[in-house]
């Protein structure tokens, strides 16, 4: 039998996706009440009253809740989910606002009716009286401190945070050569096709709740969910249904919205279904990316970065629900494949009336990337030098893995890359993109007309993060295999890769195996699914899971056939004595006699029961043995992989119109092993998409009372397929990381993490002007330029 | 045949208005509903018919995401109303595969190329290019990314969804799938 692992198979999930029979959050619950809030139209306010009686009359209304109106820990705030010692001004939302809104969109009323235009018509007509106060918009805002977010947060400072290696002041004061740069890039956002969505119901005779969410962590909500409600976990379910994408947003969790749902559907005995709509995503999910870094770098003239020092904010946004795992990982991952020989960051992440502030794929790697990709460009520029051979002589070598930077990641645990070859990527990268033969392209192409720029970026990307994940697998009597891992699906094939871990570990075919992720109906233990983690986590979770049963199945056939388990080998979904094709015994038949029977329930299972045979001197089930061909296992890593990437491209601009075009975008990627390489080239092309997306196009334009003037698709620029390079060149190098049994890496994340990084460095080099800020539109680059020559400089 | 009351009837609130009915044939087979003048024919499809393959991504129009085809021709479902398709013919994702279950061309092609990853986008993609492929059966890879330039994918970077079509092109060609 062909190996499946490392094929670049068709995926399984497919075939329904395809006629239409997915089935996503508001695919179900045809029978539920909808949901519908009233959101406040103000970034920053008092609520000084709320009249609900216009809405009384609206047919159809089934109930109108105020904060109130919520009892017991519903009325509580919402949880700071990821606390740190840091963090010392952690604050979070209410489900409803309890007397004050701190960004536009948050949820002031919920309103329950028979379908959401009726339930619509009734927000509509509820009034809430404001009292208005100044809204903190941006960083400078935030940082200047004017006014406050919080009334008992000064400074609007949730959180300052150092972490340095060496002492790098004295290093850069020492170095023969020093350079400071202000670094800024804007805000964006995951921007799922689907929103946010979540569907309950109570069954008020077994008084046990059932949610189906459009989560990243269907355990995570169920912990959360159970808590407010005062529910034992075993009395709720929370099921992942297809999921419309998620990018990061739908980590978040609980959402004040998967609190009220599944809170209204008991109190009402109804189930109740609240589907977000695209304004609502823009204005009260979760956004990302925005910060400001100021950049010291002292170095030698060969390049080496003697020392490095960062000083960032952040903003988080009203609320910080997430903690400090952004501007954490972009303090961290900043360094990607450099070994600067001192370093320092410090941090702050500041409150602003904006929507919340979480992880979008790359989670806070793309501002760090872009940090210090571009001081390696602005110490090359300083020195003279090729901007590949100063990248190289900061790389940490391949001997030198395990790599120990002195540092703690956002896992908690310190920051040790365990494999790379970043050399071996450069060259390859360079190869690609025609690194070394590009002036005489340039000089052809201007002879045309045409100005082009050539541009790299590498990144590290700390992948697989624990704690842990975990996997079932059971061989039913029919054959067939039911695969379960607790973390969720959001389109990144899991169900297809999982099950050709599963199909070589046991040795059946891939059509046997049917594989569930995010029920905790089915397994009941896991973290989610974020951090490029899952291949890694419930990869080798499932795969340690297949073994467990393999080795059953071996131990129950070896007693029926009477041979050796050593002898044994499962292939086909048959188990054979080795060298004998003829011999052999259906995984099945073997599923049938490892559960001693009383009853037989079909003509296969008498071979299990009582006066079949057997040793009549031992119990039917041996001590320390369990009925069943099944494997559940963990998988707890001791820290992160690190998978890596280097992306070049070359970009032409519009002497006039200051459009940039891609003319080509190479990427050479390193995830360790690859399951599914075709699984992994997808993952690559959407996050370059969202990559250039970051890069020329998206931001979230927030004017100074705090009001978003693109929140929809016609005003936010997400790319069609016309802004995006047509074609992508991927190679990949593979080192396996030494911390898992199948040495996966991870790779949801890579595509888009140097996106704004390598697009400024393109632009620079064709423009010759200092890209200091992400995105850039034409119109700013057109402005660039017209400062240029003016005898301004762009910086 | 399917007859169905959505909304209620009621006495000038909100919401009460008057029922319009309306006759639907989709994917072949007639429905009769009764629906109020402001239903969206995305949610009569979804939610009043139960054909949910259909999916509504910003409810403005710019996603095509709620694509299905009205009397063969492409169209948002989330911009008409259900009284303006009265009479008329739709078909949607559910009606793309053959009598026989097989998946069409322009199905089957997404799978060869991984075409799709979440999924949600992927029934207006299809609905689309199955029209567009009937005018144009034989498109350059430029015509292709004009095809599906007015859809919005976040998953793919669109690389595969371009192949998609230039595949679903070449199937169509060699005979029914």
Redesign the interface.
């Known amino acids: 039998m062909t190996a499946m692992f490392g094929e670049p198979i ?2 399984l ?3 329904r ?8 959050l ?2 179900l619950g ?1 029978d539920a009440l909808a949901a519908a809030f009233v959101r406040s139209p103000h970034a920053h306010a008092r609520i000084t009253g709320i009249d609900v009686s216009g809405a009384l ?4 209304l089934v109930a109108i809740y105020t904060y109130e109106d919520l009892e017991g820990r519903v009325a509580e705030a919402l949880p700071l989910l990821i606390p740190h010692p840091a963090l010392t001004h952690g604050r979070t939302g209410f489900p409803l606002a309890n007397g004050e809104v701190k960004y536009a969109g948050e949820p002031v009323v919920m309103v329950i ?3 959401r ?2 339930a619509e ?2 927000a509509e ?1 509820v009034l809430v009286d404001y009292d208005p106060r100044p809204a903190v918009v941006g960083l400078d805002a935030a940082a200047a401190a004017e006014n406050l977010v919080h009334a008992d947060v000064p400074g609007n400072v949730a959180a300052n945070l150092v972490q340095s290696n060496g002492d790098a002041a004295a290093a850069i004061a020492a170095a023969p050569h020093q350079l400071e740069l202000d670094l800024t890039i804007e805000r964006s956002a995951s ?4 929103g946010r969505g979540v569907l309950a119901r109570w069954d008020t005779e077994s008084r046990r709740l059932r949610i189906w969410t459009s989560t990243q962590t269907s355990t995570g909500v169920r912990a959360a969910v159970a808590a407010k409600l005062g529910l034992a976990l075993a009395d709720v379910d929370v099921i992942t249904p ?4 998620g ?1 990061g947003v739908k980590i978040v969790h609980p959402w004040p919205e998967e609190v009220l749902v599944p809170w209204a559907a008991r109190r009402l005995g109804r189930p109740v279904k609240f589907t977000e ?2 304004i609502e995503h823009f204005m009260a999910s979760a956004h990302e990316r925005g910060q400001r870094h100021r950049v010291r770098v002292g170095f030698g003239d060969d390049g080496r970065v003697h020392g490095l020092d960062v000083r960032f904010w952040h903003d988080n946004g009203a609320y910080v629900p997430y903690g400090l795992i952004v501007p954490i990982i972009t303090s961290t991952q900043l360094l990607g494949p450099y070994k600067p020989e001192s370093y320092r960051v410090e941090f702050s992440s500041l409150y602003t009336n904006t929507v919340i502030v979480t992880p979008y794929r790359g989670a806070g790697r793309p501002q760090g990337a872009f940090v210090m990709e571009r001081t390696m460009d602005a110490v090359a520029a300083a020195l003279g030098l090729d901007r590949a051979v100063v990248r190289e002589r900061n790389f940490i070598r391949p001997e030198e893995m395990p790599y120990d930077h002195g540092l703690i990641f956002q896992d908690g645990r310190p920051l040790i890359y365990d494999s790379g070859d970043y050399p071996a990527m450069l060259a390859k990268i360079k190869e690609l993109v025609g690194w070394d033969g590009f002036e005489a392209e340039r000089a052809a192409a201007r002879e045309q007309g045409r100005r082009l720029g050539i541009g790299l970026a590498c990144y590290v990307e700390g992948t697989g993060v624990g704690p842990y994940e975990g996997a079932h697998v059971v061989v039913e009597t029919s054959g067939k295999v039911k695969v379960a891992t607790g973390l969720t699906s ?4 899991h169900q297809t890769v999982f099950a050709q871990i599963v199909a070589d570990e046991l040795g059946v075919p891939i059509g046997d195996i049917e594989v569930v992720t995010g029920d905790t109906r089915a397994f009941g233990y896991a973290v989610g699914t974020f951090a490029s983690r899952a291949a890694v986590m419930s990869g080798s979770a499932v795969a340690l899971a297949a073994r467990a049963a393999r080795a059953k199945a071996i131990k129950v056939a070896a007693a029926a056939l009477e041979a050796s388990p050593d002898d044994l080998e499962i292939t086909g979904g048959m188990v054979r004595i080795k060298g004998d094709p003829d011999s052999g015994i259906a995984l099945g038949t073997v599923a049938v006699l490892s559960n001693p029977l009383r009853y037989a329930f079909d003509e296969a299972a008498q071979a299990a029961t009582q006066f079949a045979g057997g040793d009549i001197g031992a119990p039917p089930v041996a001590e320390g043995d369990a009925p069943g061909i099944e494997g559940r296992e963990f998988y707890s890593p001791v820290r992160s992989t690190f998978a890596a990437g280097m992306h070049a491209v070359v970009v032409e601009t519009d002497d006039e119109t200051a459009e940039v075009k891609v003319v080509r975008y190479c990427v050479v990627h390193d995830c360790g092993t690859l399951i599914n390489p ?2 992994v ?2 993952q690559i ?6 990559g250039v997306a970051g890069a020329l196009y998206e931001r979230m334009a927030y004017d100074e009372f705090g009001q978003l003037q693109n929140a ?3 005003d936010f620029l ?1 790319p ?3 802004e ?1 390079p ?3 060149t991927i190679d990949h190098t593979v080192t396996p990381s030494p911390l898992n049994p199948l040495g996966i890496k991870g790779a949801g994340e890579a ?1 888009v993490i140097p996106g704004a990084a390598v697009f400024a460095a393109a632009i620079e080099d064709a423009e010759g002007i200092s890209i200091r800020a992400m995105p850039i539109s034409p119109s700013e680059l057109f402005e660039l330029r017209r400062a240029g020559q003016a005898g301004g400089t762009a910086e | 045949m399917a007859d169905r009351d959505v ?2 009837e ?1 006495d000038g ?4 208005g008057q029922l319009f009915p309306v006759s639907l044939t989709v994917n072949g087979a007639v429905h009769t509903v009764r629906v ?1 003048a ?2 969206l024919l995305s949610d009569c499809l ?2 009043d018919l ?11 129009g ?2 095509g ?1 709620c694509t299905v085809l009205l009397d063969g021709v492409a169209v948002r479902s989330c911009l008409l109303l259900t009284v303006t398709a009265d009479g008329g013919a739709i078909t ?3 009606g ?2 053959g009598p026989d279950g097989a ?1 069409s061309a322009v ?1 089957q092609a ?3 190329c ?1 075409g ?8 207006g993609f ?1 609905t689309m290019i199955t029209a567009a492929l009937e005018q144009n059966p034989d498109p350059t ?1 430029e015509q292709a ?1 004009e095809i ?15 192949a998609a079509v230039l595949r679903a092109a070449e199937l169509m060609r060699a005979g029914p799938a």
């Open positions: 068709a995926r999930e497919d075939d996706l395809l006629r239409g029979h997915g089935a996503y508001d695919d045809h009359d609206v047919a159809g009716a028979a379908d235009y009726l018509d009734a007509r921007t799922p096709l689907e297809d999921v419309g994408g990018f709509d695209r959001q389109g990144q094939g075709r699984i080239q997808g092309h959407g996050g370059v998409a969202q929809s698709f016609m997400m069609y397929v016309s995006v047509d074609g992508i595509g | 909304g209620q009621g609130t909100p919401g009460s109020p402001r239903r979804r939610h139960r054909l949910t393959g259909t999916h509504v991504g910003c409810e403005h710019v996603c995401a949607t994702v559910e793309l595969a998946l199905q997404f799978a060869d991984h799709l990853q979440c999924g949600f986008c992927t029934p299809l890879p990314r599906i330039g007015g859809n919005l994918c976040r998953c793919t970077g669109y690389q595969n969804i371009v």
